[in-house]
């Protein structure tokens, strides 16, 4: 009795109702105070418009457009006008979106706005004409869209007319993503059919509600169609991060601010300070703690073998340790947008003091339970066309990438021959080649074979002290030529893997010191020394054209 108020939107105060998942029961203000999700069990309800509109957008700030395009009747259909009339009606609602400017924190973006209670949100022609016309303005406008989507797919009284707004939305979107311009779609509970398939999945980012149900074919054509029961969660939004599809979930408490990171990561820079955009007063040096002069002032070179091991220890630092110690407000972004989240490829976007980057790198892990899930650092198809997605991600706005690599190679399994490794990191290796923004690498811990290769096609490639990188493992190198795998450390001898041998050769420009070795006590002053020479890195490409940093790339690997 009470769903149909509660997913609908919540109805008078004074009438009580029960949370269709817990049966706990309420009034309204219990809810309203909690944004619309149950105090008691964490139910999302799906909201109207207006309220959607005041929980992101800064307060008076929401500007309409587009409130009065004329309605048709396109297949001349039965009884729709009168069901039109009778949905405006009822919502006080023009059309299934309502569109318009707004600020967020005073930042100003595009928002459209699906509501569910009229016809389910349908893409009609009047839906597809307010949201692409919107999409023109914001990029005329040079403004970010944000769009919450929610819809039971193309609408059935417009037949082939509607499915063209599916066509018509999605190439407004490309001019506005030609243009150099932010979309983020948030998919609430449902979005599924045409919509799915058009606007809701062309997000620079895509976010999720909890729980939404998001889908191309509903679960009950599913399910009739193949004949089976699906499973639990199936078509959920965790379903589709575990999946790739999208890059995260958003709690609606944190909705607005986690919307203000992001526009504020993308906001438009003036180019000759596209690279180098700090802020004042950060630092310009760091000297290591005490306990680390004294660490490295007793530390033994450690001959090849030994860097070896040194660069497999379980205790050094990991990419996320360094992310966490060098960047502020770093945002994860997951999947490939085609099959998978691979773990063992952590990427997002954060800022290095004022100056919004992309980081992507390989995880392996601190403890056997992390490096389990994390495949020990070897990344699958899946993993390197999340870190190609985000670094094309940020070619588009210009913002340069630092790579994280810490990899014994590629994993090789039979699933990942299946999906195409090779091609995924050729694909990497040719891609990146002609990317125009700064590309750093650093290796900081083992670097094996095309499996680091694949995240190390930069403008220079760095290695910590004590790190490797090589053609394969030196037991794998000892096996092939010697046919004795117990040789492998007169192989790593003979290698030259080490940071030592390899700045010699001119295949990396930098090594990072490590103060007596990495681990708990000198990771924040490798961190630190790492992060002043990441700024200096950047330095040298403000305001310099794309292209000439792209030549610059394929000049460095054109001397090998």
Request: net charge negative.
């Amino acid at each position: 009795m009470a769903f149909e108020k509660i997913r609908g939107i919540i109805g008078k105060p004074e009438v009580g109702f029960e949370c269709p998942s817990c049966g706990k029961e309420f009034i309204k203000e219990d809810v309203v105070i909690n944004n619309y999700v149950c105090p008691t069990c964490g139910y999302y309800f799906r909201i109207r418009a207006k309220n959607r509109i005041r929980i992101v957008a800064d307060t008076k700030s929401f500007e309409y457009w587009f409130e009065d395009l004329p309605v048709s009747n396109p297949l001349d259909f039965p009884g729709y006008e009168d069901k039109l009339a009778e949905t405006k009606e009822k919502t006080k609602l023009h059309e299934a979106v309502t569109v318009g400017k707004c600020t967020i924190y005073g930042e100003p973006v595009c928002l459209f706005v699906c509501d569910a209670r009229f016809l389910m949100s349908s893409m009609g022609h009047v839906v597809g004409e307010k949201i692409a016309a919107a999409v023109e303005r914001a990029t005329q406008e040079r403004l970010p869209v944000i769009g919450f989507c929610c819809s039971g797919g193309a609408r059935m009284q417009e037949g082939i007319v509607s499915l063209m707004q599916m066509a018509k939305t999605s190439a407004a979107l490309k001019k506005h993503s030609d243009a150099g311009l932010l979309y983020v779609p948030v998919l609430t509970d449902p979005t599924t059919g045409g919509v799915t398939a058009s606007f809701a999945m062309l997000g620079d980012i895509i976010l999720g509600e909890p729980n939404a149900l998001i889908g191309f074919a509903g679960p009950r054509v599913i399910e009739q169609t193949i004949g089976q029961k699906l499973p639990k969660g199936f078509q959920r939004a965790e379903f589709l991060v575990e999946h790739g599809i999208i890059d995260g979930i958003v709690e609606r408490d944190d909705l607005k601010s986690t919307l203000y990171r992001i526009v504020k990561l993308h906001k438009e820079k003036d180019a000759s300070k596209r690279y180098a955009n700090f802020e004042e007063g950060s630092i310009t040096s760091y000297i290591p703690k005490e306990i680390v002069r004294e660490k490295a002032a007793h530390s033994e070179l450690k001959d090849a073998w030994g860097k070896v091991h040194a660069s497999r220890d379980m205790s050094r630092p990991s990419m996320l340790t360094y992310v966490d110690i060098m960047f502020d407000d770093f945002i994860e972004l997951h999947g490939d947008r085609a099959f998978r989240d691979d773990p063992a490829v952590v990427g997002g976007i954060a800022f290095l003091d004022g100056q919004p980057v992309t980081v992507v790198g390989i995880q392996k892990g601190n403890d056997g339970k992390e490096c389990s899930y994390r495949n020990f650092g070897m990344a699958s198809p899946e993993g390197y066309r999340k870190a190609l997605r985000l670094m094309k991600q940020a070619e588009k706005f210009n913002r340069p990438v630092i790579c994280f690599i810490n990899t014994s190679g590629a994993y090789p399994g039979m699933e990942a021959e299946e999906r195409g490794q090779g091609e995924a990191i050729a694909r990497n290796l040719y891609e990146m080649s002609g990317m125009k923004m700064p590309i750093l690498s650093v290796l900081i811990g083992e670097g094996g074979s095309g499996g680091a290769l694949a995240l190390a096609v930069a403008n220079e490639v760095w290695m910590l002290e004590n790190s490797t990188y090589s053609i394969l493992s030196p037991e794998g190198f000892a096996s092939i030529l010697w046919k004795d795998g117990k040789r492998a450390k007169e192989a790593s001898e003979v290698m030259k893997i080490t940071a030592q041998d390899l700045k010699q050769l001119g295949a990396i420009e930098k090594i990072i010191p490590e103060f007596g070795g990495a681990d708990d006590t000198t990771v924040e002053a490798i961190a630190m020394t790492m992060k002043v020479e990441v700024k200096k890195f950047l330095e040298q490409y403000a305001g310099m054209d794309g292209e000439q940093i792209a030549q610059e790339r394929y000049n460095r690997f054109r001397k090998f």
